[in-house]
């Protein structure tokens, strides 16, 4: 499994990372990225410290830890200089928190995220045809989720995402130790958006593409 959206104790989540990247390892992943929810109040706090650690979990374990952020519920305006500022800080991902229908985002945060320099547009909810189209001219990776809530329009994503061109990654969104999954686990979710194995073998060629990516 590489899951390259999770949260420790530096933002909601419930773990340290050590204690995340731990029972990451046990559950058999291959890579996992910590990207605690940033803003301007925190960013310049978790970021660094994440980068740090990441780099020392990396050779304890043999695991690829990759240090990242997700902006979240940024003013739409604030987006791009945030998101330039996470990679100042050490950042090797850049998320960005989606206009998920179980959350109220700004609107146009969509828009915003894809006309940044970020990775992973996480849980994107109801986006448009012409979103997906621009992260797919950007390659900027959209979101199935394992996520309860924001899974609910995975299938609208999946459906998007293959008529647009744009690449998919599946990820958990953890918050808690079980929220980690197994990759026969992400194939069924995969399955459930609509996808077929042949789309779930090249969600997994896309998250080894992006580990590379992100060194």
């Not at 990759?66 to 500022?85: N, R």
């Not at 800080?89 to 179980?102: Q, Y």
Request: with cysteine; glycine share 8%.
């Amino acid at each position: 499994m590489i899951d390259m959206h999770t949260h420790s104790l530096f933002s909601d989540g419930e773990l340290i990372p050590s204690e995340l990247v731990r029972r990451a390892v046990v559950q058999g992943y291959r890579a996992i990225a910590i990207t605690d929810h940033g803003d301007l109040s925190n960013i310049d706090l978790i970021v660094p410290r994440i980068a740090k650690v990441s780099a020392e979990l990396s050779r304890a374990w043999g695991i690829k830890v990759i240090p990242g952020v997700e902006l979240t519920h940024i003013p739409p305006a604030d987006i791009a200089g945030l998101a330039k500022e996470a990679r100042m800080l050490g950042a090797r991902l850049v998320l960005c928190h989606g206009e998920t229908i179980v959350e109220p985002v700004p609107p146009g945060t969509n828009s915003a995220a894809l006309n940044s320099d970020i990775d992973i547009l996480s849980h994107p909810g109801l986006i448009t045809m012409e979103d997906a189209k621009l992260a797919a001219r950007k390659g900027i990776y959209l979101e199935i989720t394992a996520r309860k809530g924001h899974s609910l329009t995975n299938g609208h994503v999946a459906k998007t995402a293959l008529a647009a061109g744009a690449k998919l990654l599946l990820n958990t969104d953890a918050h808690s130790p079980g929220d980690l999954i197994t990759n026969e686990d992400a194939e069924k979710i995969a399955l459930g958006a609509g996808l077929t194995v042949d789309d779930f073998k090249k969600i997994t060629r896309n998250a080894e593409e992006l580990v590379e990516r992100a060194g």
